[in-house]
Every structure is written in structure tokens, then in C-alpha cells.
């Protein structure tokens, strides 16, 4: 059993069993109206959370491990946030390897057009600056 960090709306600081957190949620309470006794409208539901292990190495080099789960709700909106930052990032790096791309072939047209004797002048101001 280890401490583990658990994000919801709130955090909260609980115990860990088997690399999971037990979550346990039921329906409303009904209360009879011919009876003074009160029931679970649904069944109990137990979801099992898992825990993520993160490590983060401080500035004297010793390396700390926190554990923490996030509940579903609050997993999905980092999935979100995850997705579009994903995005976004393969958005920057296709536009980046589309102006190389571009470059590249700009620099393949310039020295196909050029002449026999542009080449040539090229290779003599090469050799004259060595």
C-alpha cells in the first residue's frame, strides 16, 4: 500500500491496493413511501483507477516518483488537451518540412537551369577561395 495523489474536482491524498484506486459510486437514495426503510436505486459500481507513476528529477540530480490517478472525467479533458497539442504539433511540423520540401526544390530548379559555364565559374571561384 502506497500514498498516491488522486485528482478529481479536488485532490486528495489516499491509499493504493494492487497499482489501483478503488472508486465506488451508487445511485440515489429512495426512500419508501409505505416503509421507513431507504434503498439504492442502481446497483453499486466500483471503477478501478489506474495509477500513473511520474518522475521528476530535481536540480541536486535526486529523482522523486509521485503516483497519481485521475478520475475519468478529468483523464478525458487531459486526453483532450493531449489531442490538440498533438495536433497542433504535427500542424507545425508539417508546415515546417513543406517549406524545406519547397527549399530544396528551389535549390534543385537554380541548379539545373544553370549553364555548362555557370558551373564552371562556380567551380574556379570555389577553387580561387581555397
Keep these: 500500500m502506497k500514498p498516491v495523489t488522486l485528482y478529481t474536482a479536488n485532490r486528495k491524498l489516499?491509499?493504493?491496493?494492487?497499482?489501483?484506486?478503488?472508486?465506488?459510486?451508487?445511485?440515489?437514495?429512495?426512500?419508501?413511501?409505505?416503509?421507513?426503510?431507504?434503498?439504492?436505486?442502481?446497483?453499486?459500481?466500483?471503477?478501478?483507477?489506474?495509477?500513473?507513476r511520474f518522475c521528476f528529477r530535481q536540480e541536486d540530480g535526486t529523482v522523486e516518483d509521485q503516483f497519481v490517478a485521475f478520475d475519468r472525467e478529468l483523464e478525458e479533458i487531459i486526453g483532450v488537451m493531449l489531442d490538440d497539442y498533438t495536433r497542433e504539433l504535427q500542424f507545425g511540423y508539417k508546415k515546417a518540412r513543406e517549406g524545406l520540401i519547397e527549399a530544396y526544390e528551389n535549390q534543385i530548379k537554380l541548379l539545373k537551369s544553370r549553364s555548362i559555364w555557370d558551373m564552371i565559374k562556380i567551380k574556379l571561384s570555389n577553387w580561387w577561395l581555397k
Excluded at 491509499?15 to 436505486?41: A, H, L, Q, R
Design 14 to 52: 489516499v491509499k493504493s491496493y494492487n497499482g489501483y484506486i478503488p472508486i465506488t459510486t451508487s445511485g440515489p437514495i429512495v426512500k419508501c413511501s409505505n416503509s421507513f426503510d431507504m434503498f439504492i436505486e442502481h446497483e453499486i459500481k466500483v471503477d478501478q483507477l489506474p495509477i500513473k
